[in-house]
């Protein structure tokens, strides 16, 4: 089955900085890499995603890539805010399974 | 637009009780719907999964079990809760389509003393 790696665990910037998060996938099968934000005590919201027919998915401060050779993709936060504070998830599926998660990143934007 | 609820926001049950979580989706049909638990500061264990009415796929073997009832209508129950049930228990639901796009309702707060 699809396992996720995800890193860092945790990520201290500095407010402005950018942000970047990388998730790398076993099944060459999945073609859908969405991310997740998740506030503390909230729920998870779908922030943005990408399927495997594009490379590269901008909205806004935030952007996905994804390299299918090399499996693995990634989440740029550019000019960080404090808002931006959260755990972040990345996960994977081929459509045919659910979601397979990543363990998520602690992202702390410092003012 | 679609709607997912979940009840109670919160609850606190002693060690041995029962349990029964609720979650609703409105505004879609046929919807694949999942069941995940949360710990403190930990990731997302998917636990059930269910692509239509009666039809459950667990995850992960333990003391819940999950059913389906109604086609927007999602339950998790246990006979006797464990200390190791505490977490935060989200529901989600998908496009019967596929498994992306998944949407996570409120949550359920699950403390077992």
């Known amino acids: 089955g699809e396992n996720v790696e995800q890193h860092p665990s945790t990520l201290s910037v500095q407010e402005g900085d950018s942000a970047v998060i990388k998730c790398t996938y076993s099944d060459s099968a999945s073609n859908y890499f969405p991310w997740y934000k998740q506030e503390l005590g909230k729920r998870p919201q779908l922030i943005i995603d990408i399927r495997s027919n594009v490379g590269e998915k901008k909205d806004q401060r935030i952007a996905v890539t994804l390299n299918k050779t090399a499996k693995h993709f990634s989440l740029h936060i550019t000019e960080t805010q404090p808002e931006d504070s959260a755990v972040y998830f990345c996960?994977?599926?081929?459509?045919?399974?659910?979601?397979?998660f990543g363990k998520g990143t602690r992202l702390s934007v410092i003012a | 637009s679609q709607t997912i609820h979940q009840w109670p926001a919160t609850l606190v049950q002693p060690v041995g009780s029962p349990l029964s979580l609720e979650c609703t989706v409105e505004g879609t049909s046929n919807p694949n719907l999942y069941w995940y638990r949360q710990a403190a500061g930990r990731g997302l264990q998917l636990l059930f999964y269910s692509v239509g009415i009666g039809q459950i796929s667990s995850e992960v073997p333990q003391n819940l079990s999950a059913s389906r009832p109604q086609d927007r209508q999602f339950i998790l129950s246990s006979k006797k809760l464990l200390l190791s049930d505490s977490g935060f228990y989200l529901c989600?639901?998908?496009?019967?389509?596929?498994?992306?796009?998944?949407?996570f309702g409120p949550g359920t707060r699950l403390t077992v003393t």
């Open positions: 996960a994977a599926s081929s459509g045919n399974t659910p979601l397979v």
């Open positions: 989600a639901w998908s496009a019967l389509a596929s498994h992306s796009e998944q949407y």
